[in-house]
């Protein structure tokens, strides 16, 4: 079943099952990829949540998206109302590779999801990015601007928002940018551990892009669930999240050394065309969030802002 979770309950921790009086729960969650940034963002946030929300944290080991049967079992067993789906194959260049699994996870896994979903009346909030753009654009994409992914990994994540729209029409598409946070391995951790081994370090300073904190954007996805609780009114379609604000990789890198200290490492711009990579990523893939903050009555933080809360936290 993987971790349950109810608010209102206490109960001592036995590896990864936590059951807090199943009882009280009103409306069941479903958290895939519960062990990534995103899901174990949401699993911090989820010590706040209302008490009519119950939560079953899951990744591969509890419950694998890749096989139909299980992801419908699991569903009806549990009475799922909102699955909110972080499980990603984020892995860009290999996936350039590694197709098959590629498509396997961010594809076929979500068509799954979406099947069961709409056979069992349960809500869908996806997890998509920016990849799915090609990064030629000039000002912030907005959700109704034309797709065009130049990588496996991109295409990947297009074909599933296509599927699960189709599938599902009671879907919610949240594609988000940069993400990073205190858990697993991401690029602020990297750079903290280049800034302070190396002294030089040379940065891509042409690719335009918003960081995002993942624990913004799990208070956010709460907030939509939240939202359609109160109101009854679940806002199907795309929406775009990221903190707000723009930067390069490079000026991201020197806010990070800036912010943690780091002084004995110089950092030195450098072009796409001089560090090549195996997958094409984009150019710009700055995100327009006018319509989750004005739906939702969401605030974003700036990435500055945010970036400085998770350094503390580091």
Sequence with gaps: MGLVYNRKDSSEETGKNIVFNLELAQKHVLITGANGQLGSELQRAAAFHPANL???????????????????????SQGIAYIVNCAAYTAVDKAEDDEKKCYLINRDAVKNLAESAAKHKAKVIH?????????????????????????????????????????????IVIRTAWLYSIFGNNFVKTMIRLGQEKETLSVVSDQKGTPTNAADLADAILKIINYTEASGDFKAGIYHYTNEGVTTWYDFTLAIHELKGITTCKVSP???????????????SVLDKTKIKEIFGIKIPDWKVSLEKVLEEL
Excluded at 130 to 153: C, H, K, L, M
Aim: hydrophobic letters at 30%; glycine letters at 4%.
């Design 54 to 76: 119950f939560f079953h944290f899951t990744d591969v080991n509890e419950l694998d998206i890749t096989n139909p049967t299980a992801v419908d079992e699991f569903i009806k």
């Design 270 to 284: 450098v072009t796409s065309a001089e560090y090549p990579t195996r997958a094409a990523r984009p150019k710009y």
């Design 127 to 171: 997890v998509s990015t920016d990849y799915v753009f090609d990064g030629t654009g000039t000002r912030p994409y907005r959700e109704i601007d034309a797709v065009n992914p130049q990588s496996v990994y991109g295409k990947s994540k297009c074909e599933a928002e296509v599927l699960l729209r189709e599938i599902c029409p009671d879907s």
